[in-house]
């Protein structure tokens, strides 16, 4: 069964470092998400890309986090400098679909960020 | 704004018991909602996902419900077990993008 893939599972770091984490969706799904999700919350999108497009980073800290789909297959979410309100679990996740109706999404297994 | 509401935040049940958790969202011009299973410390697991034509949904012990109307769905679950303890999520979808807005969980755990 295909999965969406992601590395690292875990990751620590001190503060001001900077942190990259990597996704590859599960082959043909056009629409790929990064959300974060804080302890005993529920996930928060972060960045949406359709293809190797942008659809949505209203919720990126764009001073700080960046993100990129280059070929429009795998992507990598990256933090610098990472702070210590940045500890959290990163998910990625993909869907088949575009536009507004992107259909059931799929989730990795997540990177478990702890900033020290 | 599309939010989205889970209640209770907690839940603990005797094994064999039947139970319902509820999801609310306030923008019932929705695709699709979709519920999860999240364990801890691992990424979400898909349950359900159910179309805005669809009134339900049914895989094995779990039933969704949606009712656009009233903003509402409900996931049951038959004969719960243990192996049922995990937190559940839904989340709607939201917008032109389509992204899905989450709940904040129901956390479940099944007594032997």
């Known amino acids: 069964e295909a999965e969406v893939a992601q590395s690292p599972r875990y990751k620590i770091t001190e503060k001001s470092q900077a942190v990259a984490f990597w996704c590859d969706p599960i082959s043909g799904h056009a629409t790929l998400y990064w959300y974060r999700q804080i302890l005993g919350q529920g996930p928060e999108l972060l960045v949406q890309f359709q293809d190797e497009s942008v659809v949505d980073d209203s919720q990126l800290p764009k001073d700080r986090f960046s993100a990129e789909r280059l070929k429009g297959v795998d992507s990598t979410l990256k933090i610098q400098p990472a702070e210590l309100g940045d500890s959290a679990m990163y998910l990625c996740?993909?869907?088949?679909?575009?536009?507004?109706?992107?259909?059931?999404?799929?989730f990795g297994e997540g990177s478990r960020l702890t900033v020290l | 704004k599309q939010e989205v509401t889970q209640i209770p935040a907690a839940l603990s049940v005797p094994e064999g018991e039947n139970l319902v958790l509820n999801c609310s969202f306030t923008d019932s011009a929705i695709y699709n909602l979709q519920w999860f299973r999240q364990d801890p410390g691992k990424g979400l697991t898909s349950l359900l996902l159910i179309q805005s034509s669809q009134r339900e949904q049914t895989s094995g012990r779990l039933n969704a419900s949606l009712d656009k109307s009233s903003g509402r769905s409900t996931l049951y679950i038959a004969a719960s077990q243990p192996g049922d303890s995990a937190t559940y999520l839904c989340?709607?979808?939201?917008?032109?993008?389509?992204?899905?807005?989450f709940g904040q969980g129901t956390t479940l755990q099944v007594k032997p």
């Open positions: 989340a709607a979808d939201s917008g032109n993008t389509g992204k899905l807005i």
């Open positions: 996740a993909s869907s088949r679909g575009q536009g507004a109706n992107t259909g059931e999404l799929f």
